[in-house]
């Protein structure tokens, strides 16, 4: 009897799927985090936990280090700079600087620096709309109706909300518990669904079923948003791995020629009021409120909707853009 020791340094896209060892292997991270697939359970190690592979046993490990959470920035895009003028109360003087920006939030690859000076004091904003690496990254791939309307007359408010997959999860049941799927005389029931992360903006469709076949399959896919009927939709829906073997082992053959998979795919749709309501709510609060004595703000929203959705492994996030107008009024004027 013995052992030995190596180091193995993955990039974070590195994928080891259906390993087999001959022996039996203890993993033990040292930097960055590790999701490890072993038959049907899932594993997210972190630095220093330990985790015990059988050999003979079939797993899979990705580096997920970069994956758990979208990098994300936030850009200002300094239109113009504008002196207010002077206050005092006693010994204490203000100097009020308004700056006129646009910020945004950028997802994905770090945006290059802006090496451009802040514009002059009082000076015109120099663009009429979103600009830069912030809108080739967020608004690019916008309808060209939605895009337009993108311009400084008023505010415009990007949030990602996220959707906890437990409450996901009884909207999805409720649509499918009882739905019938049958082949010629044989049938199933659904008798229960949810849905689960995965990574990858992927997630995992789990649907129960009884019937004249007793078990659970598996369908992944990758939420997509519908901006026409404001809900999310699992797009490219099919079984896993795991599921697609048992039903080529082991499974009837009518239940693998059914037409589960579509009736599934048809009745996986989402909504994401949850996410504009809370986008609402938070802007009735932030934009109607009394700042002193003499001054207040007063808000209109005009709009707000959902414009994308992503998934990671512990919530499926819906992005909301609201846009109104703003109003700052000093002893009841504007």
Do not use: C
Not at 130 to 146: E, I, K, V
Request: proline share 6%; net charge neutral.
């Amino acid at each position: 009897m013995g052992y030995s020791f190596d180091i193995f340094i993955d990039p974070s896209d590195r994928v080891r799927n259906d390993f087999l060892y001959t022996t039996n292997e203890l993993v033990t991270v040292m930097n960055g985090k590790l999701v490890l697939i072993i038959g049907r359970e899932r594993i997210i190690a972190e630095p220093d936990d330990k985790v015990g592979l059988l050999k003979g046993v079939r797993h899979s490990g990705k580096n997920l280090s970069s994956e758990l959470e979208p990098a994300s920035w936030l850009q200002f895009n300094i239109d113009k700079v504008q002196h207010s003028g002077f206050s005092g109360i006693g010994p204490i003087v203000n100097d009020t600087i308004h700056v006129t920006a646009k910020p945004v939030i950028v997802f994905g690859s770090e945006p290059p620096a802006g090496v451009a000076p802040l514009p002059p004091l009082d000076s015109p904003p120099t663009s009429t709309g979103f600009h830069g690496a912030a809108d080739a990254q967020l608004y690019g791939t916008l309808p060209a109706t939605l895009a337009n309307r993108l311009t400084p007359t008023g505010f415009h408010v990007v949030a990602d909300f996220p959707l906890d997959y437990p409450s996901l999860s009884q909207s999805l049941a409720a649509r499918l518990k009882g739905k019938r799927v049958a082949v010629k005389g044989d049938f199933i029931v659904i008798t229960d669904a949810a849905i689960l992360g995965r990574g990858g903006n992927q997630v995992v469709l789990r649907i129960a079923f009884g019937g004249d076949a007793t078990g659970h399959l598996y369908f992944v896919g990758k939420p997509e948003m519908n901006m026409l009927t404001q809900s999310a939709q699992i797009g490219g829906l099919r079984l896993d791995h795991d599921s697609e073997q048992f039903l080529a082992k082991n499974g009837p053959d009518w239940l693998a020629h059914s037409s589960i998979r579509e009736l599934v795919m048809g009745e996986a749709v989402l909504g994401v009021t949850a996410a504009t309501d809370r986008m609402r709510d938070l802007l009735r609060m932030a934009l109607n409120r009394s700042i002193s004595q003499t001054l207040s703000l007063q808000g209109t929203i005009t709009s707000v909707q959902g414009i994308g959705v992503f998934a990671d492994m512990n919530s499926l996030y819906v992005r909301v853009m609201s846009d109104g107008s703003l109003n700052l009024k000093v002893e009841g004027k504007p």
